[in-house]
């Protein structure tokens, strides 16, 4: 059974930092390509940062660039969503998405497999 599950959320005081963690089973992410979406109550779910799985290049939002940082291991059939700097517009529901294949654009409908989700709550 292919199953995505997201740890690492909770709440954050401006300025600080998270690492959220997406832990792949039933899968080897090796062939996936990733990504990290978020949602805020009211808003659609939009693409943070993604991954691919062939030469592991990176896609940011402007909002989160040169602050997060997305990265996978393999090894550990994991990925990665660095967080720092936090600001209380990043207060959101967080996703991981998978999807098989090499590359696949930042937006959710690429994407098949997701997680549950974490909550990320950013206090001013």
């Known amino acids: 059974q292919v199953q995505l599950v997201e740890s690492g959320g909770g709440l954050v005081q401006a300025g600080g930092s998270l690492r959220l963690s997406c832990a792949a089973s039933?899968?080897?992410?090796?062939?996936?390509?990733i990504g990290w979406f978020r949602q805020a109550p009211g808003k659609e779910r939009e693409g943070v940062s993604c991954i691919s799985s062939s030469d592991g290049s990176r896609y940011y939002a402007d909002s989160v660039k040169g602050r997060f940082t997305i990265s996978r291991d393999n090894a550990k059939n994991t990925v990665y969503l660095q967080m720092n700097s936090l600001k209380p517009e990043d207060t959101a529901v967080y996703y991981c998405?998978?999807?098989?294949?090499?590359?696949?654009?930042?937006?959710?409908?690429?994407?098949?497999?997701w997680g549950q989700g974490t909550q990320v709550t950013v206090s001013s």
């Open positions: 039933g899968f080897t992410l090796d062939y996936y390509a």
């Open positions: 998405a998978a999807d098989l294949g090499l590359f696949r654009l930042c937006v959710s409908t690429e994407y098949e497999h």
